[in-house]
Nanobody, 122 residues
Framework: QVQLVESGGGSVQAGGSLRLSCAPS????????MGWFRQAPGKERQFVAT??????NIEYADSVKGRFTISRDNAMVYLEMNNLKPEDTAVYYC?????????????????WGQGTQVTVSS
């Protein structure tokens, strides 16, 4: 049974930072790309960042480029978020890809975590 558990969310003021973590379990996630998505109230879930199996290929949504950094090691996947803005407020989801290469679309992912809330106040 594959499980992805996110942590690290919280409430911060604009300009602040948070580091999200994702702990996969139940299989060897190191064979697959991983991604972060987010969903704001009343909006569709959107792509945030993705990292390939090897970590060599990374992509970001334009809205977070230069502020967010995705990374991974043998145990976890991370999303470092700096210079946070109120529009970053959302539930953030970790997802495991269907293959080794990075993906920006939801259909590129098989498994999803329950999400962690990030709230940025102005």
């Amino acid at each position: 049974q594959v499980q992805l558990v996110e942590s690290g969310g919280g409430s911060v003021q604009a300009g602040g930072s948070l580091r999200l973590s994702c702990a996969p379990s139940g299989h060897s996630f190191t064979n697959y790309a991983m991604g972060w998505f987010r969903q704001a109230p009343g909006k569709e879930r959107q792509f945030v960042a993705t990292i390939s199996r090897s970590g060599a290929n990374i992509e970001y949504a334009d809205s977070v480029k230069g502020r967010f950094t995705i990374s991974r090691d043998n145990a976890m996947v991370y999303l470092e978020m700096n210079n946070l803005k109120p529009e970053d407020t959302a539930v953030y989801y970790c997802a495991q890809g269907r293959w080794a290469g990075p993906g920006t679309l939801e259909r590129s992912y098989d498994y999803w975590g329950q999400g962690t809330q990030v709230t940025v106040s102005s």
